[in-house]
């Protein structure tokens, strides 16, 4: 067996992740049949929506078959089922307490959280699949793994506790606590492994500056992010991993396809890998779901559970946007398809201006290319007249806003106008910066909100 370069074994479980896609492709097909089959007969969520849309599983004969004839779900449904069969909806199957391992939700921004259920096989099958995930990503048993998700409601750091645990890997699971104590603790322990949100990993390079300290000097070797955007992305990945002398993974989809640490990176020149013999991944059209789309071609994602029972999602859109390659193993020898950017942003975080479409994503990719730029960034969208509007405000790091009050007064706006012409070649229209003082906007400590809408402020 092939070992890396600490002795240990290459892979997790080598005949999975090296499989021939085309012999995958079968155990794919019949997964999906036994789930189609299974959700029909057990969950009314399911009978109910297929009978609605005349579908049987009976008419999916190959996977083509799967992505063209089965209709999707969506969040909004399954919050809707649950508010009429609580607290775990009618597509749960057995959720009696003693069949129950665990029971989480999602934050519920309007007062009522999503709740979602597992059973103990589902959560012993998930426990083997995030170590083969963390695996990937090149946790081993000699680390010591820092977890900066919060433990709470989300499943979040959970899964990545779960998976770490069973590798054998030293874990150190603080959640969401004060960020001088993460780091001060991190040195003091000498954690190699950090696990927090891409924004999260930003804003303690703030805090580091802050407190005299170099990250790229800390004991941390690897950071193992998700919950957002930004891992995937070369500009913003290549910043973090700059700044804390580490690789960066990334990992991770929705919390109703837990376990989601199916997206995965190994290496991170590949892309993140998804491991589409747990959660079978198909990208298609964003505005017909039953049309796949070739493999390069950006569209919306679509999951389905091929194993789990217990609240199992079958063709659910969550709303994000990709584009998937599958052109042969990747440098780390798996064969599974791959996302080389990840997952691009969220489809309704597209922003129309002036006729353009604009992701916050490719604004991010944009600032994370120019030095001096910290990691807090918003972008304000207004109404001028009958036009929309975007204009960029993003943070000085406090070394670059120490060198502007000795600098020319027209230094700073050099700066702005460098930005300016570097999102207009990306965007192709011009945006307005704004460059503003280190901690002006809030720092971000889970999971990046960087749109403020102010159109409907300008009706009111």
Known sequence: MQSDSRGYRRYWDQERETMDPRQRDKLILARIKAQLTYVYQELPFYRDHYDAHGFKPDDVKTIEDFTAKVP??????????????PPFGSYAGNHSPDGLARI?????????????????KDWERSRELVALAMWAMGARPCDIAQIGFPFSLFFGGWGVLQGLEHIGVTTFPLGNIDSERHLDLMYRIGSTI???????????????????????DSPVQRLIVGGEPGGSLPGTRDVISKAWGASVHDSG???EMYPFNTNVTAVPEDGVLLINDEVFTEVVDR???????????????????????????????????TYMVHDGPTSCGRTYPRLPEGVIGRLDDMLIIRGANIYPSAVETVLRQVDGLGPEFEILVDKRGSMDEITVR?????????????SPADARQQIAKDVEHRL???????VPVELISP???????LKARRVVDRRNLANT
């Open 194 to 216: 950090f696990s927090a949100t891409p924004s999260y990993c930003q804003h303690l390079t703030t805090v580091a500056e802050r407190m005299g300290l170099d990250l790229a």
């Open 253 to 255: 989809s929705t919390s």
């Open 72 to 85: 999707v779900i969506t969040k909004k449904m399954l919050v809707a089922d649950q508010l009429l069969n």
């Open 287 to 321: 505005d017909n779901a039953n049309v796949a789309l070739p493999h390069g071609e950006r569209g919306a994602i679509v999951y389905t559970h091929l194993w789990r029972e217990s609240q199992p999602m079958i063709r659910f859109w969550p709303g994000d946007e």
């Open 424 to 430: 207009k070649g990306a965007l192709q229209i011009r």
């Open 439 to 445: 901690g002006t906007l809030e720092p971000t400590v």
């Open 394 to 406: 993003v943070e000085l790091t406090e070394t670059r806003a120490r060198e502007l009050e000795n």
């Open 104 to 120: 989480h939700g999602s934050s519920g921004t309007s007062g009522t959280p999503t709740m979602y259920c597992v059973s103990h």
